[in-house]
């Protein structure tokens, strides 16, 4: 679990530097930013209990880390996982990506609960808001609280059991 929390201060600590570079320069720097929320705060807790589901969504966090390119850096929030994802528009393609790695996910057992994925394109976000995030935390918080007005995309896995 402290390796989780090493993990979520350098995708915080990268994502300030992103919201920095992004006030300034918010055209020209392609990078997505996915959430993946597994279900509500509580449903994976009622699910097999509190400390059995903080240690899945620990492992999570580094199985999806190591899923993905270096260059891709993941970060968690309670049961939301945040996804950094550097692209150019011709070469990538992020719902694909993204896609593969979680049907190939050895946590399964995770699956019981709905999982809601957006996927932000940061440039957009600068561009759009009047009063643009300066830190990671804040980006987080605002991509959240406006994603149906900010995400390119937003989708939903249903959980295993429907």
């Known amino acids: 679990m402290i390796s989780d929390i090493q993990l979520c201060s350098r995708f915080i600590d990268t994502l300030d530097w992103i919201c920095q570079v992004l006030v300034r320069h918010a055209d020209d720097f392609n990078i997505a930013l996915v959430k993946i929320a597994y279900g509500d705060d509580n449903s994976l807790g009622e699910a097999y209990g509190a400390p ?3 240690r899945q969504l620990s492992s999570l966090t580094h199985d999806l880390q190591n899923s993905f390119r270096k260059s891709d850096l993941v970060g968690r929030e309670g049961t939301d996982f945040w996804i950094l994802f550097p692209y150019t528009r011709v070469t990538d393609n992020v719902y694909d990506k993204l896609m593969d790695v979680l049907q190939g996910s050895a946590h399964n057992n995770l699956n019981i609960v709905e999982r ?3 996927i932000f394109e940061l440039p957009v976000i600068y561009q759009k808001a009047t ?3 300066e830190d990671g935390l804040a980006l987080l ?3 959240k609280a406006n994603q149906a007005e900010l ?3 937003i ?3 249903a959980n295993a059991e429907s």
């Open 52 to 54: 059995e589901a903080l």
């Open 116 to 118: 809601e994925i957006a």
């Open 131 to 133: 009063v643009k995030p």
């Open 141 to 143: 918080h605002y991509a």
């Open 151 to 153: 995400a390119s995309h």
């Open 155 to 157: 989708f939903r896995l």
